[in-house]
């Protein structure tokens, strides 16, 4: 949906008692003009509330890993190393052999992603020294900074705050298929990128994606392989909605102790607008303890949510209610 905001904005303007202006030809960026005149602006999901330094931190994930930890939030262990280019240019050893030796003192498998890109890409993980290293030379292609973290297991979810509010959170379940003992994997995996499309999800599935092929081959599994019914085949360890995930709404279920930390933690990282993604070790829907404990994987400045929205009439709902409060709060 190229122009998801867009035409979300100009919905909603008469009611959030704004104008908008939206450039025309690719309906991505726009103008918010409101009552006493002030304009904002808006690109995709980059809205004028997040003050820029904030923003910035929140884009580069090391940084932002690095002031959480300073105030306490528990951030998943992990470093950050450079392409051999980036080293020449900073003038250091952090290169992809010194990235091995610490994948190696962490213990495969290791989870590896870009520093500053969104959405899941080339987040991967990685259970051996050829997939390390194939790993991050796909993600030196797009990002001279890579990180290597701990493989954290729990359940995925991403909470949306705005101005102290929790506006929405759901459950990410990483990319599947549910055999029916009759269809392949990849046969599986085709009916599900049509399902996306009946139900107007822009994603598109890459069954051509390696981190499919590599999460099948460690599973025993292929394209060509029949799942017995009932049986949930997982092809990414990375829960995006971006990348085919699926989204399970709790945002009435969350526990309050969960909401007190991601309005606690937006604030502290300077922020307005926020998607806060927590790693918890059981279930949000429970309060926090020792025995359910959380990590936080990493906080948003500019949190899409039009794959959620796509997932059902309440999600719909629940979106819109949320670029309501987005426009209006243009005008604070």
């Not at 046969?187 to 499309?197: C, D, N, S, Y």
């Not at 709790?250 to 969960?258: A, E, K, P």
């Amino acid at each position: 949906m190229k122009a998801f905001v867009s035409k979300l904005f100009k919905k909603l303007a008469k009611r959030a008692g704004v104008k908008i202006n939206v450039e025309p030809h690719w309906q991505v960026v726009g103008q918010i003009v409101t009552s006493d005149g002030k304009r904002r602006y808006y690109r995709n999901t980059c809205f004028d509330i997040n003050t820029l330094g904030s923003t910035e931190i929140a884009k580069d994930k090391g940084y932002a890993s690095y002031f959480m930890a300073g105030m306490g939030y528990p951030v998943i262990p992990g470093q950050a190393f450079f392409s051999e280019k980036w080293c020449a240019q900073v003038r250091s050893k952090h290169n992809i052999d010194m990235a091995y030796r610490y994948a190696c003192k962490l213990g495969f498998p290791v989870f590896v992603k870009p520093n500053s890109k969104s959405q899941g890409v080339a987040a991967t993980q990685v259970y051996t020294k050829i997939e390390f290293y194939r790993a991050l030379r796909r993600v030196f292609k797009i990002d001279n900074i890579v990180l290597v973290q701990k493989v954290i297991t729990g359940k995925d979810y991403r909470i949306v705050v705005l101005d102290g509010k929790i506006i929405s959170a759901y459950q990410r379940k990483p990319l599947s298929v549910i055999g029916d003992g009759k269809a392949s994997i990849g046969t599986l995996l085709a009916r599900k990128q049509k399902e996306f499309v009946r139900n107007d999800r822009d994603t598109v599935i890459k069954p051509e994606d390696p981190r499919i092929k590599e999460k099948l081959a460690h599973d025993g599994l292929s394209f060509s392989s029949v799942p017995q019914r009932g049986d949930e085949i997982v092809l990414l360890n990375n829960a995006n909605l971006s990348c085919g995930g699926d989204a399970i709404d709790v945002t009435r279920s969350m526990h309050d102790s969960f909401a007190r930390i991601a309005a606690r933690l937006t604030k502290d990282m300077g922020l307005r607008f926020c998607g806060v993604d927590l790693m918890v070790k059981h279930d949000i829907t429970r309060p926090l303890s020792k025995m359910n404990s959380y990590y936080v994987i990493e906080v948003n400045a500019a949190p899409g949510v039009d794959n959620y929205a796509a997932s059902g009439k309440k999600q719909q709902k629940i979106v819109e209610n949320l670029y309501l409060e987005v426009l209006k709060s243009m005008t604070k």
